[in-house]
């Protein structure tokens, strides 16, 4: 999120990464979990922050093309479970698209 990340102090997220490990530290369930819950209480619209894997691609970018994708479908706490499972795993474009959809 810095266009010059090497001159700046390095402090993205730095905050939210100290309170996850406080989190996961203290509870033997899910880091986060009163954070979760809070989404599934007062939250209308779920999204995820995605990324692609642009290593994989060999066409000469090293940037990874990030996106938010509105999860649609069943309850918000339906929502927030579906995509609290898809934390840190490989989605595949067939997975999401049908042959011919877009």
Not at 31 to 50: D, L, S, T
Not at 75 to 90: C, N, Y
Request: aromatic share 10%.
């Amino acid at each position: 999120f810095y266009k010059a990340w090497h001159k700046s102090k390095q402090k993205a997220f730095t905050k939210y990464q100290k309170r996850w490990g406080e989190a996961s530290k203290a509870s033997e369930g899910l880091p986060m979990a009163a954070e979760m819950e809070r989404a599934k209480k007062y939250c209308q619209v779920v999204r995820a922050i995605c990324h692609t894997q642009v290593s994989k691609v060999k066409i000469g970018q090293k940037k990874a093309h990030i996106k938010e994708i509105q999860v649609n479908g069943g309850t918000t706490a339906a929502k927030v479970d579906f995509v609290t499972g898809l934390f840190e795993q490989e989605v595949k474009v067939a997975d999401v698209f049908s042959q011919d959809e877009m």
